[in-house]
């Protein structure tokens, strides 16, 4: 008997709905508290290489812009602290 509620999974690219493939996969040890794991990690991208070319450039901005962002949120708390520090002059 064939359950036909069972769902495909998929992986579709995030610009133009492609289902994605795997582009790289590479692997890394973790030495952790308990020995050592080895982590397999696969990159999946578009398989329209120029529409994978604009997903990175995409991603290249959202990474700029949340680092820019942080570093925003650092400084005003820096301030913020500095401005605790100072002894207040009446």
């Known amino acids: 008997m064939v359950d036909n509620n069972i769902k495909k999974s998929s992986n579709p690219c995030t610009r133009c709905g492609k289902d994605r493939i795997e582009g790289k996969t590479w692997t890394e040890e ?3 508290y308990f020995g050592k794991t080895t982590l397999i990690h696969t990159e999946m991208v578009c398989p329209d290489p120029e529409c994978q070319k604009i997903v ?3 991603l290249e901005e959202q990474k700029k812009k949340t680092k820019d962002m942080q570093a925003a949120k650092d400084e005003r708390i ?5 401005a605790r520090k100072k002894p207040v002059i009446n």
């Not at 820096?78 to 500095?82: F, N, P």
């Open 30 to 32: 973790v030495v952790e």
């Open 56 to 58: 990175e450039e995409k």
């Open 78 to 82: 820096k301030k913020a602290q500095d």
